[in-house]
């Protein structure tokens, strides 16, 4: 069993401490935060152990879950590496391109697992696509949010749209050649719409939207590729893949027939793959243990974090 500390106690600390309790592979120790009120309430909320010092919280650790604003990413992961503690960090991995830098040349230094908070990774609906998706050479992403405070203190790029960005580098095997962007400002002293066009090495494009001024929530990625089209709605957890095939291979009633003339027929069927239900943070926190334990790489490793910020900054850049 690894003993495992969390910093940061905000709305999504308690969601980890919340869910670090149910894991059979962790002990949690207790946590940190530095306001001394919500230590108090969430030491009694969840009948656990609160630390006034971090470095106190950490020596206790084999593994420490960092859950603090952005700007802090940094300061928590290098403690934590210099003590060689697995860390498991929310995303985006760091503030500036120099901190993410500095945190995977430590990385290699401790020997330690890192594992960053990209939750859509473990999103059900999208595992329920990942079988379908080969080489797709056009994506569409829109991810709405109505206005909320928190996560303003930085650009609705880097608090919505890297989710996708992570999904899409994740899914294009390729390195990014081109990068257009535009953004507005409304409410916060940062964009809060922004658009994002990402080119390809092997051709594939992917245009990104982030909004945190919507009038309703959607997160829905759509991705085209030869023959096929998949759609998938990271909130709503459902999955829909459109496939055209020259034969009806499983002699699907439902498969809708189009006549080409001299080129004969092409036949288009509906899947709808079964999504499960699954907490993705829950999830997401569990693999990082596995990763530990067995000794294997996490899912979403530091590079992986690394390579999403980067891409990140690269469209706030644009966007000036």
Do not use: W
């Amino acid at each position: 069993m690894l003993k495992i500390g969390v910093i940061g106690a905000g709305h999504l600390g308690k969601i980890h401490i919340k869910l670090l309790k149910e894991i059979e592979s962790f002990e949690l120790v207790g946590f940190f935060d530095n306001d001394s009120f919500v230590r108090e309430a969430v030491s009694m909320e969840f009948d656990i152990k609160s630390f006034a010092d971090a470095n106190e919280l950490i020596e206790l650790c084999d593994a420490v879950d960092i859950v603090v604003p952005t700007l802090f990413h940094h300061e928590y992961a290098l403690k934590c590496l210099r003590l060689s503690k697995h860390i498991f960090i929310e995303k985006p991995l760091a503030n500036t391109i120099d901190e993410a830098k500095e945190l995977i040349k430590t990385v290699a230094e401790a020997n330690v697992k890192v594992q960053v908070g990209h939750v859509e990774r473990f999103n059900p609906a999208f595992i329920a696509a990942l079988p379908s998706l080969k080489n797709p050479m056009f994506i569409e992403t829109h991810r709405l949010a109505q206005f909320n405070p928190r996560g303003t203190d930085v650009p609705v790029v880097m608090d919505l749209m890297v989710h996708d960005i992570d999904i899409v580098l994740a899914v294009v095997k390729s390195s990014v050649k081109k990068i257009s962007a535009s953004g507005v400002s409304i409410v916060s002293d940062t964009p809060d719409i922004a658009n994002a066009r990402i080119e390809f090495d092997n051709g594939c494009v992917a245009n990104l939207t982030a909004s945190r001024l919507s009038m309703k929530n959607m997160r829905k990625s759509r991705f085209f590729q030869k023959d096929a089209y998949i759609s998938v709605d990271f909130l709503k957890k459902k999955t829909e893949v459109i496939r055209m095939s020259n034969e009806n291979i499983n002699e699907n009633p439902f498969a809708m027939e189009i006549d080409l003339g001299e080129k004969g027929k092409k036949y288009i069927e509906f899947e709808k793959p079964e999504v499960y239900e699954v907490n993705a943070i829950k999830a997401e926190l569990k693999s990082f243990a596995d990763a530990i334990l067995n000794d294997t790489d996490t899912l979403v490793n530091i590079d992986a974090g690394y390579q999403a910020l980067n891409v990140a900054h690269e469209v706030v850049a644009k966007m000036k």
